[in-house]
């Protein structure tokens, strides 16, 4: 059965380069809404391993939680700055806990961009994928104060606008990061890559 699923020729279609299983072929591509008939049969050029970790999506799925922690973190703060009788407790607790759970969340993100980018490009080396490492080291940095501004919890102006400059620093970075990365998603150079030793 597996064997089966692996030999399953693929299909690409031609306008707008949506790849499929041959079994998952209906009469319209699910992306662009064309007939079938501009479908044509594609070759994986990465090594099986290669393309079944990334087309688990792992970095591009991790990236989605210290997004999510960052807006909760912001959100609650500039609530309460602005409107500081309104469930001051629920508030502050929420950016309390978002901060000292956000660097976390970041160096997740980070990592499996590390070996999204050695999978996908077998190297770091390539201008755009040392650019996204810049910026996600300064996101990266920027987190590591939260928790620390964050631990006693937020009690004064001074911490709430310290929270503020990091979280805006680091969603500065995260915006820039999405759009160098939202190029990589369907490109990839072809062939086997070792990562720690290990051929994939």
Known sequence: MNKKKQEERLFICKPCGYVMRESELGDIC???????????????RMS????????LDLHPIAVHFPQTVLVFLL?????????PDFYPEVLLGTATFSAVLFPVTVLGAFLSGVIDGKLRFKSLKPPILKKKIIYSSVM????VFTPFVAWGGV??????????VCGSVALFCAIVLGHAGKRLMNIGMGGAVFIWRWKI
């Open 30 to 44: 699910p992306a662009c809404g064309l007939p079938r008939k501009v479908f044509e049969q594609y070759k994986e």
């Open 48 to 55: 099986p391993g290669r393309s079944r970790i990334l087309q």
């Open 75 to 83: 959100q609650a703060l500039l609530i309460n700055i602005f409107f």
């Open 140 to 143: 990266l940095v920027a987190s």
């Open 155 to 164: 009690l004064d102006l001074y911490d709430k606008l310290w929270l503020l």
